[in-house]
């Protein structure tokens, strides 16, 4: 097993930068850096790094963190340097040169997860962690970090194994006089479980979203104000704003927090015949950025008829009708929210609105555990199987069809297949973690 190395904290100027390493080597590549002495375990201490050839490279706090009660589970160390760019480079190259190397994206938490420290959701939960920008996103990644994905599991397998074996003795002991009950028992026992588990899933439908973050389209006809209203409710001028039909052709994205997801609202080219095939990908792009988005925001101008185009957005789910320029005065449609970014009335209406929306869309269930894809594809695979047990014609068949949804269950914590997923779950790591 090689030693591996990286740095832990973002690259760039920094009054501490963090460079861990683990493997095997670890005690000795530390002794070779910092001294014969090694620090007791897991306290810091201030050392001397030296090069091979005695260059002295850093003064700084180190940890020494011996297996397996470590992150990786292996031997283990921390170097707390000087956060400068040619101190870490030093220490790196001297790293090196010891025959460590350069660790790969997530690869301390793979470690973590091959010495059964953490399994493939609470790895999850570690990325979800870094990634969270709002502490409504953190709260639900460490649920899962902190393993109760894996709990919550456990708990299914358990019941599933206790069911199969049931299922198993009736198949055994068939003419054995098995009480008559034991049958119902056992569909009885499949049905309630499956109920659980669609229900977690239901309860936990909004975590994606949570987890996802929101993205809301402004669209429109061209000057209806769009790139006003996307400067109004982030407060800075993200996008031009001009007197001229046609001023945005690209996408203006701007982030910001809806009660409690962070949203991404995207500003679009106005909606018409377009004059070139410039402005024709733009209007493409704006239509395609409306289809996909969480929340539409239909922009119509007080005081202007209604075009065809923003017209044929509204009555889509989760479109939002903005009757823009509202100083201007004029009829405002029916249902729409008069706004003006000229005098900031009616902004912070629609941003509680659009908060409500978000609040709609990603319920606070307290902190979803099936907020993954890959978690909520492998509970209805399990469920699928639950289905065909109930269903199932034959006891062998049944017991086959529990089998398989224990299975489903061991892929989504990683201890069936693992070698299937590992891959695509750590390439969303960084370096470092
Ligand atoms: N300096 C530093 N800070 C950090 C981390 C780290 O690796 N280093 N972490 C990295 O993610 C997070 C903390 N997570 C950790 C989880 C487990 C262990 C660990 O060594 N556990 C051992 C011993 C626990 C103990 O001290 O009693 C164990 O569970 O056996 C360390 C960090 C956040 N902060
Ligand atoms: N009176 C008034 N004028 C506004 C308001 N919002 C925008 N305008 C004006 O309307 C014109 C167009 O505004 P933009 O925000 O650039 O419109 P747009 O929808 O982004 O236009 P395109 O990018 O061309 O599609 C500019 O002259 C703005 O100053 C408003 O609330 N009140
Ligand atoms: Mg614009």
């Known amino acids: 097993m090689d030693t591996i190395f990286a740095l832990a904290t973002a690259p760039g100027r920094a009054a501490i930068a963090i460079i861990r390493l683990s493997g095997p080597a670890s005690r000795d590549l530390l002794k070779e850096l910092c001294g014969r002495v090694l620090p007791p375990p897991r306290k810091a201490a201030l050392r001397r790094l030296r090069a091979a050839g005695g260059a002295t490279l850093d003064e700084a706090v180190v940890l020494w963190l011996p297996g397996p009660g470590s992150y990786t589970g292996e031997d283990s160390a921390e170097l707390h340097l000087h956060g400068g760019a040619a101190v870490v480079a030093g220490v790196g190259e001297a790293l090196a040169t010891l025959g460590a190397r350069p660790a790969e994206p997530g690869e301390f938490t793979r470690r973590a997860v091959l010495n059964g420290r953490m399994d493939l959701t609470a790895a999850e939960g570690v990325i979800d962690l870094i990634e969270a920008e709002t502490a409504m996103q953190a709260r639900q990644a460490l649920a899962l970090a902190g393993g109760g994905l894996t709990a919550l599991c456990a708990e299914w397998a358990a019941r599933l194994t206790g069911l199969l074996a049931r299922q198993e003795a009736l198949i055994e002991f068939e003419d054995e006089g098995l009480p008559g009950s034991l049958e119902a028992e056992v569909a009885r026992a499949t049905a309630a479980l499956a109920a659980e588990m669609t229900d977690r899933l239901l309860a936990d439908e909004g975590g994606e979203r949570v987890r996802a973050g929101l993205d809301v389209a402004i669209l429109g006809a061209p000057n209806a104000g769009k790139s006003s209203l996307l400067n109004a409710l982030v407060g800075r001028e993200a996008a031009i704003v001009s007197a001229r039909a046609g001023t945005t052709r ?50 119509l101008p007080c005081g202007a008829p209604p075009d065809e185009a923003t017209l044929a957005l509204i009555g889509r789910r989760n479109c939002l009708i903005v009757a823009s320029k509202a100083d201007l005065g004029g009829p405002i449609p029916p249902g729409a929210l008069a706004v003006s970014a000229r005098t900031g009335d009616g902004i912070a209406v629609l941003r509680a609105r659009l908060e409500e929306e978000a609040v709609r869309l990603a319920p606070a269930s307290g902190a979803a555990l099936l907020a993954r894809p890959r978690h909520r594809a492998a509970v209805r695979d399990a469920l699928r199987w639950l289905g065909e047990a109930e269903a199932a014609p034959l006891p062998e068949l049944r017991a086959d069809a529990l089998r398989e949804a224990l299975r489903a269950l061991g892929r989504l914590t990683g201890r069936v297949d693992a070698e299937a997923v590992l891959d695509r779950v750590f390439a969303e790591f960084c370096i470092g973690k």
């Not at 994205?253 to 009660?259: G, Q």
């Not at 024709?280 to 922009?299: C, K």
Request: no cysteine.
């Open 250 to 299: 690209d996408i203006v994205e701007a982030r910001i927090v809806l009660a409690g997801l962070p949203a991404v609202l995207a500003d679009t080219a106005g909606l018409r015949e377009a004059g070139d095939e410039i402005e024709a990908e733009g209007v493409r792009r704006a239509l395609h950025r409306g289809e996909a988005a969480d929340i539409v925001l239909a922009v």
